[in-house]
C-alpha cells in the first residue's frame, strides 16, 4: 500500500558529501514523521535524524552539525543531506515513514529498502 525508495547512497571519501532521498508514493492520505536510520555490519540499527509534519527535527549526537534533514511535504519525499562524511557513517541507510492511509486511515510505519553509504578513509 506505501511504498519507500531510497537514492543516493554510495561511495565517497572522508570530507566528503551524499544527499540521499526518500520517496514514498501509494495509498497516503499524510505523512508524520519521516526519519533516517543506519545500520553498520555488526551493529544495532539506530536513529540518525528524524522530521516531523510540522518540520521539527532531531539528530544523533554522533551526526549534529554535518548532516540535515528535510522533507518535502508536497511530493511525498524526504531528504537526508550529509557532509564532512567520516568512515564511521558507512552503513546501510534506511527510510522510514508514518503515514495514514487514504482506504482505511490508519496509521502505519514504513520501510524503505535501504541504500549503502561507504566512507573511504
Known amino acids: 500500500q506505501v511504498q519507500l525508495v531510497e537514492s543516493g547512497g554510495g561511495l565517497v571519501q572522508a570530507g566528503g558529501s551524499l544527499r540521499l532521498s526518500c520517496a514514498a508514493s501509494g495509498s497516503i492520505a499524510s505523512i508524520n514523521a519521516m526519519g533516517w536510520h543506519r545500520q553498520a555490519p555488526g551493529k544495532q540499527r539506530e536513529l540518525v535524524a528524524a522530521i516531523t509534519n510540522g518540520g521539527s527535527t532531531n539528530y544523533a549526537d554522533s551526526v549534529k552539525g554535518r548532516f540535515t534533514i528535510s522533507r518535502d511535504n508536497a511530493k511525498n519525499t524526504g531528504y537526508l543531506q550529509m557532509n564532512s562524511l567520516k568512515p564511521e557513517d558507512t552503513a546501510v541507510y534506511y527510510c522510514?515513514?508514518?503515514?495514514?492511509?487514504?482506504?482505511?486511515?490508519?496509521?502505519?510505519?514504513?520501510w524503505g529498502q535501504g541504500t549503502q553509504v561507504t566512507v573511504s578513509s
Open positions: 522510514n515513514a508514518v503515514v495514514v492511509l487514504t482506504t482505511t486511515h490508519i496509521r502505519g510505519n514504513y
